[in-house]
Each structure stands twice: as structure tokens, then as C-alpha cells.
């Protein structure tokens, strides 16, 4: 059965929003979207620069057959320009460290993944104390600001756009690693990342400009996994296994044939990584 294009995104994520329960939380003034799957032991999934915790739904319902899996908003999502924009990743991170005081949550495993994973890294140096274990896709400890980039950033900030702008969606399919095959996959990512208001996307690419936590690595004093797409081309290899290499005693594991979004494409071995690492972190503390 043929699927018609502007239901594809859709159907790939049907199966999985249902399973969420999602209620709202205020944080710093602002309401925020937090959405849970399963129960048990607690990680908090951080999103990327774009597409919220939708995107992030197919990776969260998979974790959730082991875990409690939660999914925060950032600052912006529900409301953009309804509360006082980030003025660094710090105050994000801060956000992040009110929102698990309020629900309760005490040293709980935190997976970031692309600008989540820099979220992650600088609540991990600022307040190490939170966190009982950290996993990280797709980030490094200083974001190099690309051309690329920075074109995006400036059209983003100045030009209103269709979700079906070419320029824009071919930055997003470059966070598979390559031109993708088009169908449900690609379009279930472009259509994700376009339900961020390109004015957030555009802040958020800014605060990257200036996110350097590389003389603070030391402060990490927990359990960690960094996560690679072989193929990413958004964040290298190198980068990220540089990373690894400034945490003592992290773990590396390279994605065979990743790209940016290997949350989404390579689902299976995530899961596999993420679960043995909790499960040698757990036995660790027996």
C-alpha cells in the first residue's frame, strides 16, 4: 500500500505519540511540553535544535520497553517569543535542572543528542551532582560554527519560509549523513523540524556560536557514553571521539553508517549501546 506523501510523517509517527502521556510544566515563567513513556529506572532525553519531542518519540517509545523514558521542551517550543530568549546554553541548562527538581527526578541518567547533547554537556559541568550517568549523540565540546551554518542562521532570521523550502530542507537532510531515499523517513524529519519556528531555530544556532565547554570536561566526574555516526557530517567523527577522549574514563562507540540522526535510523544499536552502558553503570553501584 502506497502511503500519500504529506501522510507519511505522519504514519511513522502515529505508533509511537500515542504511547506518551504529555502534560505541561512551567518553568522560568514559561510552559513547557513534558511527554513520558514506560516505567522504571529514569532517563531523560534531551532534543536537538529542531523538532521537539516528536522527533524524538520513535527513539523514547523503543527505550521505554526498559525505562522510564522523559521527554522535556525546551525554551521557545510552545510558545516562541513568549519568554525571554536563552542568553547561552547555561540558561537552558538551568532550565533543565529546575525541570527535574520538579518532577521529583534525583540523579537520573541524561541522554542528549545534537544541541540536546550540548545542553546535557553543560549541565553535566555546572552541576555534575545532578546527573547519575550521561549519554551524548552527535555533540562535541566546542561547536565549530560553519558556513553552512551561519547561511542558515541568517535566512532563518530574516526570511519568512514554506516548510517546503529547498535551501532550509537540504540542511536537513544532510543530518542523515547523504542525500537520503525519499519516503517516510526523510519526510517524518523535514516535517519534525519544520514544527520549530525558524526564529527558534535560528537563536538556537546562535547559542552554539558560543558554546565551549571543553576546559570544563574535567568536572565530569560520572559515567558516560558518547555516541558516533560514522557518517555524520554535521558533527565529525574526530570531534566526538575528542570529546570522549576529555571525559575521564568515558566510553566511545562508533555508529557504523550513522549520520546526525542516527537516534532515528539506527534505533536498534542505540538501544543496544544505552542499555548495556546503564546496565555496567547499575551493576557498578551494587
Not at 74 to 99: N, S, T
Not at 214 to 229: F, Q
Amino acid at each position: 500500500m502506497r502511503i500519500a506523501a504529506r501522510r507519511r510523517a505522519d504514519w511513522v509517527l502515529s505508533p509511537y505519540a500515542h504511547e506518551g502521556r504529555q502534560r505541561q510544566a512551567r518553568v522560568n515563567g514559561e510552559w513547557t511540553d513534558v511527554v513520558e513513556w514506560g516505567e522504571g529506572e529514569p532517563i531523560v532525553l534531551v532534543p536537538g535544535l529542531a523538532g521537539g519531542w516528536k522527533l524524538l518519540a520513535p527513539l523514547a517509545a523503543r527505550l521505554a520497553r526498559h525505562h522510564h523514558v522523559i521527554v522535556p521542551g525546551l525554551r521557545g517550543d510552545r510558545f516562541p517569543g513568549g519568554a525571554p530568549a536563552a542568553r547561552d546554553l547555561g540558561d537552558l541548562a538551568r532550565d533543565l535542572g529546575m525541570l527535574l527538581d520538579q518532577m521529583g527526578l534525583e540523579r537520573p541518567a541524561l541522554f542528549g543528542v545534537s544541541f540536546g547533547g550540548a545542553v546535557a554537556l553543560e549541565l553535566a559541568t555546572s552541576q555534575p551532582s545532578r546527573i547519575g550517568a550521561l549519554v551524548v549523540h552527535g555533540a562535541e565540546a566546542r561547536f565549530r560554527s560553519s558556513l553552512g551554518a551561519k547561511i542558515a542562521r541568517r535566512v532563518l532570521e530574516r526570511f519568512p519560509l514554506p516548510s517546503d523550502n529547498g535551501f532550509v530542507n537540504q540542511f536537513f537532510n544532510l543530518l542523515h549523513g547523504g542525500r537520503p531515499e525519499s519516503g517516510a523517513l526523510s519526510d517524518f524529519v523535514v516535517e519534525r523540524c519544520w514544527e520549530t519556528d525558524q526564529s527558534v531555530m535560528a537563536q538556537r544556532i546562535g547559542l552554539l556560536s558560543s558554546f565551549d565547554v571543553s576546559d570544563r570536561l574535567w568536572r565530569i566526574g560520572i559515567p558516560t557514553l558518547v555516541l558516533a555516526g560514522t557518517r555524520d557530517v554535521i558533527v565529525p567523527l574526530s570531534r566526538q571521539r575528542a570529546l570522549a577522549a576529555g571525559i575521564a574514563g568515558a566510553r566511545f562507540e562508533a555508529l557504523e553508517g550513522a549520520g546526525h540522526v542516527g537516534f532515528l535510523t539506527h534505533r536498534a544499536e542505540i538501544i543496544r549501546q544505552v542499555r548495556g552502558f546503564l546496565g555496567q553503570v547499575r551493576h557498578s553501584h551494587c
